[in-house]
């Protein structure tokens, strides 16, 4: 009766854990949600709102490589030929008449909230690491939680709080936290269906500080492309200023 007693216990546990999602889990789903395939150029659209008004739009085009290397192109009339470039953990901004990059940090403005590194990193299961999700309710609602922190120096966000719906581990928000510890932003993904497949088609960005104002980051449109290896280079960046 024991040994039935504790096998069940055993098969029970065993079954419990395989439910349970790991934070690698959350974030490999909330990166396949996002850009998915391992080569993509993905059409992003920037607005900010200031009380529910629209004071600003602004076009990137997204080329994101393998190694955390991307490569965005400013398509808005008054910044066209800017590009940013993004290294690992390095960032540079090409200006058109300018030979020479300038070296930037992820958390460079580009418009309200949205800043470099929430334009170009765009896998975070390559730049975070968490202990076990935990179920919490959110909006009356069981949900899974999973604390983050920077797997190195130099991401935007020292720590995130992630959290993901109970059964579809699809996103649903991101709390930001900088080095300092101070909260400032907060994610909030808009999920679509496109080709049958459910993705992350917008995110909004709460800024903790400045109440009335919000940043949307809308993703157009995203496709699987070969990126030549010579667009990652800085220096053919800089001889190539048109492109």
């Not at 999920?191 to 949307?216: F, H, N």
Request: charged share 25%.
């Amino acid at each position: 009766m024991f040994k039935w007693i504790a096998l069940s216990f055993f098969f029970l546990s065993t079954l419990a854990s395989a439910q349970e999602p790991s934070a690698q889990d959350l974030l490999v789903k909330l990166d396949d949600m996002r850009i998915g395939e391992q080569q993509v150029k993905v059409v992003t659209r920037v607005q900010l709102f200031e009380q529910g008004e629209l004071t600003s739009s602004r076009d990137y085009l997204v080329y994101v490589g393998s190694d955390r290397r991307s490569l965005a192109l400013f398509q808005s009339p008054k910044e066209k030929g800017q590009k940013v470039l993004m290294l690992d953990d390095q960032f540079w901004m090409f200006m058109p008449k300018s030979k020479r990059p300038i070296r930037i940090t992820p958390m460079q403005k580009l418009l309200g909230e949205a800043s470099t590194g929430d334009i170009a990193s765009l896998r975070w299961a390559e730049d975070y690491q968490g202990a076990q999700p935990t179920l919490v309710e959110l909006d009356g609602k069981q949900v899974w939680q999973a604390e983050l922190t920077a797997a190195r120096k130099g991401l935007s966000y020292a720590k995130v709080s992630l959290f993901s719906d109970q059964d579809t581990l699809e996103p649903i928000k991101a709390e930001l936290f900088l080095a300092s510890g101070k909260h400032a932003k907060t994610a909030q993904f808009y999920m679509s269906d496109v080709e049958g497949l459910r993705s992350v088609s917008a995110m909004d960005l709460i800024d903790r500080i400045q109440k009335d104002q919000l940043t949307k980051i809308t993703y157009l449109n995203l496709e699987p492309v070969s990126i030549p290896d010579k667009w990652f280079n800085p220096s053919f960046l800089a001889r190539n200023p048109k492109m």
